[in-house]
T-cell receptor, first 112, second 112 residues
C-alpha cells in the first residue's frame, strides 16, 4: 500500500532541545517537501528536495535543517534556534515537475 | 506568494452542489489551476487540476473561465465529510521546482 508516513503524530519537547520529525514515502517520488502550518493559516514551505543528497531552502528555513540520504526519507530537525517551533508540520512528496503532491498525516509539535 | 483570491468561508446544505470560486487574474499561459482540500488536522488532499478546459473526476468538477482569470470548483452533491478548507493554487507546469503556494483557502461547512 503506497503512501507517505510521518511519525510521531504528536510530539512534546522542552524549549532548547532539538527534535527530529520523520517522513518516509514508498511512492518512488524524487521530490519531497516540508511545510509548516500555524492555526488558521495556510502552509508555508520550509525545505524541499528534488534529488538524493540535495535540498533547497524554502520561505521559512531559519531554525530548521534537513537531510536526504535516501530517496524514501526526508527527516526534518527543528533546532533550538527556531524561535517559535510549536506548529503542525506536514511532509509531502511528488513526481518532479508535477503539481500533485501527496501529503502525510502531519506531526503536531508542542514546545514548552 | 499566493496568486489566488478565495472567499474565507462558505456553507452548503448536504446533498446540494457546493460551488467554490477562485480568482487568479495574473495567471500566465503555462500555469495550471490546482485544487486541494484539508480536513481538520489532516494533510491536504489533491482534488483536481486544469489548464484551459473544464475537468471532471470522481471527486469534483473544475470550471475555468475562457480568459482563465477565475475558476470554480464544484462538488456536485456535498456531504458532511466534504467540510474542509479548500485551497486554489496556481502552479507552473513543466517546472521542476514543484512549489505550491497555499493561501488561507475557503472554509466550506456542509450542514445537515
Amino acid at each position: 500500500d503506497g503512501g507517505i508516513t510521518q511519525s510521531p503524530k504528536y510530539l512534546f519537547r522542552k524549549e532548547g532541545q532539538n527534535v527530529t520529525l520523520s517522513c518516509e514515502q514508498n511512492l518512488n517520488h524524487d521530490a519531497m517537501y516540508w511545510y509548516r502550518q500555524d492555526p488558521g493559516q495556510g502552509l508555508r514551505l520550509i525545505y524541499y528536495s528534488q534529488i538524493v543528497n540535495d535540498f533547497q531552502k524554502g520561505d521559512i528555513a531559519e531554525g530548521y535543517s534537513v537531510s536526504r540520504e535516501k530517496k524514501e526519507s526526508f527527516p526534518l530537525t527543528v533546532t533550538s534556534a527556531q524561535k517559535n517551533p510549536t506548529a503542525f508540520y506536514l511532509c509531502a512528496s511528488s513526481t518532479l515537475g508535477e503539481g500533485e503532491q501527496y501529503f502525510g498525516p502531519g506531526t503536531r509539535l508542542t514546545v514548552t | 506568494d499566493a496568486k489566488t483570491t478565495q472567499p474565507p468561508s462558505m456553507d452548503c446544505a448536504e446533498g446540494r452542489a457546493a460551488n467554490l470560486p477562485c480568482n487568479h487574474s495574473t495567471i500566465s499561459g503555462n500555469e495550471y489551476v490546482y485544487w486541494y482540500r484539508q480536513i481538520h488536522s489532516q494533510g491536504p488532499q489533491y482534488i483536481i487540476h486544469g489548464l484551459k478546459n473544464n475537468e471532471t473526476n470522481e471527486m469534483a468538477s473544475l470550471i475555468i473561465t475562457e480568459d482563465r482569470k477565475s475558476s470554480t470548483l464544484i462538488l456536485p452533491h456535498a456531504t458532511l465529510r466534504d467540510t474542509a478548507v479548500y485551497y486554489c493554487i496556481v502552479f507552473e507546469g513543466g517546472s521542476t521546482l514543484g512549489r505550491l503556494y497555499f493561501g488561507r483557502g475557503t472554509q466550506l461547512t456542509v450542514w445537515p
